[in-house]
T-cell receptor, first 113, second 112 residues
């Protein structure tokens, strides 16, 4: 248990659905991240939030929409996804943004049909 | 941008043997290098990290070495045990987390 929880753990959705992934950290950290982990590809950083402000958006399609209402919660809103978006979506947090240890949640396994 | 290459992609060792995983990076501005272990069904867990002002760091059976000149760093696991079996990832971080780049991962299998 790293102190970072993610729900749901598994999600199957159609291309026309709208769903949201939730991440919560209980570590008092100021920075939170979304990563995408696909089979046979390295971890891809998607979004970075620092003190609830989005500071990085690594060319992620607009069908992925992040939201950080407070420093403990992070959401990833999904709509009109494509089958190639099927992957493990990992949330992480660190004390501050930068070269600091990141603590990962268990991930949400997403399948887009 | 940063490019991180990790080798080997798979590694099988006998219990008790040592395992070494190597990563090279391209951006000389990278200065933080963590190693993560990911077990099936779980997120990556930090096992050791090193910063560019240090050449080597050790924590019990795990050690990491960094060669800034050659831009490579390595994970060393001694006296391997079956529970060390997992996927290991290296990463290189620049001045901020937006410049973090991960290696492709190494699947380590320790045979009892």
């Amino acid at each position: 248990e790293t102190g970072v929880t993610q729900t749901p753990r598994h999600l199957v959705m159609g291309m026309t659905n709208k769903k949201s992934l939730k991440c919560e950290q209980h570590l008092g950290h100021n920075a939170m991240y979304w990563y995408k982990q696909s089979a046979k590809k390295p971890l891809e950083l998607m979004f970075v939030y620092s003190l609830e402000e989005r500071v990085e958006n690594n060319s992620v399609p607009s069908r992925f929409s992040p939201e950080c209402p407070n420093s403990s919660h992070l959401f990833l809103h999904l709509h009109t996804l494509q089958p190639e978006d099927s992957a493990l979506y990992l949330c992480a947090s660190s004390q501050n943004r930068g070269q600091e240890t990141q603590y990962f949640g268990p991930g949400t396994r997403l399948l887009v049909l | 941008g940063e490019n991180v290459e990790q080798h080997p992609s798979t590694l099988s060792v006998q219990e008790g043997d040592s395992a070494v995983i190597k990563c090279t990076y391209s951006d000389s501005a990278s200065n933080y290098f963590p190693w993560y272990k990911q077990e099936l069904g779980k997120g990556p867990q930090l096992i050791i990290d090193i910063r560019s002002n240090v050449g080597e760091k050790k924590d019990q059976r795990i050690a990491v070495t960094l060669n800034k000149t050659a831009k490579h760093f390595s994970l060393h696991i001694t006296e391997t045990q079956p529970e060390d079996s997992a996927v290991y990832f290296c990463a290189a971080f620049g001045a901020n987390a937006g410049k973090s780049t991960f290696g492709d991962g190494t699947t380590l299998t320790v045979k009892p």
